[in-house]
């Protein structure tokens, strides 16, 4: 995973310095804006390739209601995708709501894959 959503980040890096932060988050928020999932009510996370292994696994892992509000945000987006409109304002979500809600158990699903692929390798040598 070199490249996408779920590779490697210089976040943590940029957070850690103020002077960073001051530049790139301006520039982070316009180009979250630009990127327009935020008008169909999407979350960044909505946006993953659900066709992948890893993230087919994460999915079983959401919580009731976090299904529910996934399942809900795509055919609220895909009717106004059907419409040629987005939502209207006030349905946008927020830069404060869009957290990464499927990221941690993507993460966790890969984590317990390279362990699982570990031990499918381990080598048992008798004396």
């Given at each position: 995973m070199l490249f996408g959503p779920l590779s490697l980040s210089l976040a943590p890096y940029v957070k850690s310095s103020r002077t960073l932060t001051k530049w790139i988050t301006p520039i982070a928020n316009w180009y979250a804006n630009a990127s327009g999932?935020?008008?169909?009510?999407f979350k960044y996370d909505d946006l993953l390739v659900e066709e992948r292994d890893d993230v087919q696994r994460a999915l079983t892992r959401l919580t009731v209601r976090e299904q529910y509000d996934r399942a809900y945000r795509l055919k609220r987006a895909s009717q106004a995708s059907v419409l040629h409109a987005p939502l209207p304002k006030e349905q946008w979500t927020k830069p404060?709501?869009?957290v990464r809600y499927l990221k941690p158990h993507v993460l966790e699903v890969a984590k317990e894959d390279a362990e699982r692929q570990?031990?499918?390798t381990l080598v048992v040598k008798r004396n």
């Open positions: 999932y935020r008008k169909y009510g404060a709501e869009d570990m031990w499918d």
